[in-house]
T-cell receptor, first 113, second 116 residues
Framework: SQKIEQNSEALNIQEGKTATLTCNYT??????LQWYRQDPGRGPVFLLL?????KEKRKERLKVTFDTTLKQSLFHITASQPADSATYLC????????????FGKGTTLSVSS | KAGVTQTPRYLIKTRGQQVTLSCSPI?????VSWYQQTPGQGLQFLFEYFSETQRNKGNFPGRFSGRQFSNSRSEMNVSTLELGDSALYLCASSLGQGRTGANVLTFGAGSRLTVL
């Protein structure tokens, strides 16, 4: 079955630096990959989606890459701010029907000023 | 437009009891997914409903069940509660278009269940 791994449970960086989070997956090639942000006590919020034929996607200070050969996605936050502190989750389709998503366990980012 | 609404937000039950959680999706969204979130296991997929039919199911015991109504509202039920069922239960809605639409989820705030 599909498996997702987010390598780091926690990442601590200083304000202004670039945060890089990793998501690895196994077992088959998904059509797309998504990233969500979750704040304590709240549900996840969608951030970005990248399709298998896209190498890179950007949205303001966020950038996502998708390497289907390595079966890996990298999520970057440039010029990080304390307000970026949250848990970031990557998500893939459960199967090739693509009608349900499974999530990694997340990486908790802490940005200190 | 209104977001995904989950009720109740918090509840406390004892072992052996059952619980029903409710989810109202975004208007126009026909797919509702349920997830269990715990500190140790993260966000685990329970099931997904589309047009009143269960389309996908995760690896949870039969004590976990759900249903969807004709107005797309959904409920999930957990019977014979165990201590390990204590978790945040999240509901998410989407257009449910699968790979074509890339299935972006909008989550509710969750229902926090504590089993004593």
């Amino acid at each position: 079955s599909q498996k997702i791994e987010q390598n780091s449970e926690a990442l601590n960086i200083q304000e202004g630096k670039t945060a890089t989070l990793t998501c690895n997956y196994t077992n088959y090639s998904p059509a797309y990959l998504q990233w969500y942000r979750q704040d304590p006590g709240r549900g996840p919020v969608f951030l970005l989606l990248i399709r298998e034929n896209e190498k890179e996607k950007r949205k303001e200070r966020l950038k996502v890459t998708f390497d289907t050969t390595l079966k890996q996605s990298l999520f970057h936050i440039t010029a990080s701010q304390p307000a970026d502190s949250a848990t970031y989750l990557c998500a893939l389709e459960l199967d090739q029907a693509g009608t349900a998503l499974i999530f990694g366990k997340g990486t908790t980012l802490s940005v200190s000023s | 437009k209104a977001g995904v609404t989950q009720t109740p937000r918090y509840l406390i039950k004892t072992r052996g009891q059952q619980v029903t959680l409710s989810c109202s999706p975004i208007s126009g969204h026909r797919s509702v997914s349920w997830y269990q979130q715990t500190p140790g296991q993260g966000l685990q997929f329970l099931f997904e409903y589309f047009s009143e039919t269960q389309r996908n199911k995760g690896n949870f015991p039969g004590r976990f069940s759900g249903r969807q109504f004709s107005n797309s509202r959904s409920e999930m039920n957990v019977s014979t509660l165990e201590l390990g069922d204590s978790a945040l239960y999240l509901c998410a809605s989407s257009l449910g278009q699968g790979r074509t639409g890339a299935n972006v989820l909008t989550f509710g705030a969750g229902s926090r269940l504590t089993v004593l």
